[in-house]
């Protein structure tokens, strides 16, 4: 279902987005007759591409960085603060009125003011962000009242990881790239394979056998860019199969004349 392909867009660094790009394209000749929407998406994918190609001499983009320490602790990092975003915006969506909900808003101001970006930063930035959240919830006085809220597994993990990805940084030359040009081409090919799966599920998920199999193949290439143990996936997709989300609300119409509005929800 269409769920787990968007819930399979993952943050991205410079390999894992170049890589998922090419996937991508090399998936639509696998599929005949795309419908125009698709075509012009991809087309805009491919453009997106070739531009961050093009600035790309110099800069490692093998895949195979990603199996490195300093790229797994990267992304476990990561993943700790994405799990405690996730946590809190869960909490933040509780009614206003109960205490807990309001003192997440607060807490998501004040740890993410920018929120959580699409694109992961290259290495030593990553670890700036992370030692800017850590300094926030230092500064301010967060961390009871995270602890208070039920978050101190999050808070542990993240101190444990950023420590550890500060001791692999510290002994790794910083091949890292900072260009504020590269890094604004990797933004657009985020951009534009956001905007293709967006395609893909406008165009195809129509509840037609032969479109769903379509969709499968064209968007096939997201089911490996995944975190490797990263069991949160697996979850959320066997509570979406187990719990899928409830029909759209619909809404009668009263007939003419009526004074109520009748609402059916």
Not at 114 to 128: I, K, N, Q, T
Not at 150 to 168: C, D, M, Q
């Amino acid at each position: 279902m269409m769920h787990r392909y968007i819930r399979r867009i993952p943050r991205v660094n410079l390999s894992g987005g170049f890589a998922l790009g090419r996937a991508l394209l090399v998936a639509t000749d696998l599929v005949p007759r795309l419908s125009e929407p698709i075509l012009r998406a991809r087309r805009l994918l491919e453009n997106r591409l070739d531009n961050l190609a093009a600035r790309l001499p110099g800069h490692d983009v093998n895949p195979q960085n990603e199996r490195t320490s300093l790229a797994l602790a990267g992304r476990t990092l990561d993943a700790g603060w994405v799990a405690l975003h996730d946590w809190l915006e869960a909490m933040a969506a509780l009614p206003a009125h109960q205490e807990a909900a309001r003192t997440a808003v607060e807490l998501l101001i004040g740890i993410f003011p920018h929120g959580m970006a699409l694109v992961r930063p290259p290495p030593l930035l990553e670890w700036a962000e992370s030692e800017a959240r850590l300094a926030r919830i230092d500064k301010d006085g967060f961390e009871p009242t995270l602890w208070a809220l039920g978050g101190k597994p999050f808070v542990e993990t993240i101190r444990s990881a950023h420590a550890h990805y500060a001791n692999l940084l510290s002994h790794t030359e910083s091949g890292a790239w900072s260009s504020r040009v590269l890094k604004q081409c990797l933004d657009g090919v985020v951009y534009a394979i956001h905007a293709y799966v967006a395609a893909v599920i406008a165009e195809l998920f129509d509840g037609n056998p032969e479109s769903t199999d379509q969709a499968g193949a064209l968007l096939g290439p997201l089911d490996f860019v995944q975190y490797q143990g990263d069991v949160r996936a697996v979850f959320f997709e066997q509570t979406l199969d187990a719990f899928p989300p409830p029909p759209p609300a619909t809404f009668q119409l009263p007939a003419h004349g009526d004074k109520q509005h009748v609402c059916a929800v």
